[in-house]
């Protein structure tokens, strides 16, 4: 166990649904990182959020977004999903300034 | 931008081989380098890291110096085990300063370790 959690593991939904993922972070860890893992674009990075202040964008599509709560847990919303969002999305958290990461074992998403 | 460049795979090796993984970097600042690894199905787990200049970052047998004047960050490992067979990652963080810590990665190389 990493300490940081991610759920559902697995979700299956047509295209055109609105779908919810959720990450907590490791304990003491303020920074809550989104990244999208697919075949044709390896791992890209979508958002990141610090303290509940959205603090940098990656390649997020307007369709997808999210946010950090009070208690530091962060939840990616997708929408209008299309067959391409069908990926592995993973949440990572951090403490300090680049030096140390760490990863959920990540949530895949099936578009049909 | 920054940006990570690695070997592309996949890389078949047998058991006991010395294993090489290029990765150079592209970063106008500073940046922190790392390894991560994933196994099938898994997440991501760091492998290594190194925050500066000439700092070597080693676990389990892998190693990799951060060499500043050729932005390279090369993964070696002396003797591969059948367990090593992953997709192996390199990503930097930090490196346009700021307060974006976001990590980018390299595209990822696959291992494959035969015995």
């Known amino acids: 166990d990493s300490g940081v959690t991610q759920t559902p593991k697995h979700l299956i939904t047509a295209t055109g649904q609105r779908v919810t993922l959720r990450c907590s972070p490791r304990?003491?860890?303020?920074?809550v990182y989104w990244y999208q893992q697919s075949l044709d674009q390896g791992l890209q990075f979508l958002i990141q959020?610090?303290?509940?202040?959205?603090?940098a964008k990656g390649n997020i599509l307007e369709r997808f977004s999210a946010q950090q709560f009070p208690d530091l847990h962060s939840e990616l919303n997708l929408s209008s999903l299309e067959l391409g969002d069908s990926a592995l999305y993973f949440c990572?958290?951090?403490?300090?300034?680049?030096?140390?990461?760490?990863f959920g074992s990540g949530t895949r998403l099936t578009v049909v | 931008g920054d940006s990570v460049t690695q070997m592309e795979g996949p890389v078949t090796l047998s058991e006991e081989a010395f294993l090489t993984i290029n990765c150079t970097y592209t970063a106008t600042g500073y940046p922190s380098l790392f390894w991560y690894v994933q196994y099938p199905g898994e997440g991501l787990q760091l492998l290594l890291k190194?925050?500066?200049?000439?700092d070597k970052g080693s676990n389990k047998g892998f190693e990799a110096t951060y060499r500043k004047e050729t932005t390279s960050f090369h993964l070696e490992k002396g003797s591969v085990q059948v367990s090593d067979s992953a997709v192996y990652f390199c990503?930097?963080?930090?490196?346009?300063?700021?307060?974006?810590?976001?990590?980018?990665f390299g595209k990822g190389t696959l291992l494959t370790v035969n015995p």
């Open positions: 304990s003491g860890d303020l920074s």
């Open positions: 990503a930097l963080s930090g490196g346009s300063g700021g307060s974006n810590y976001k990590l980018t």
């Open positions: 190194a925050t500066k200049a000439d």
């Open positions: 990572a958290s951090s403490a300090d300034r680049g030096v140390s990461y760490t």
């Open positions: 959020y610090y303290n509940g202040e959205e603090r």
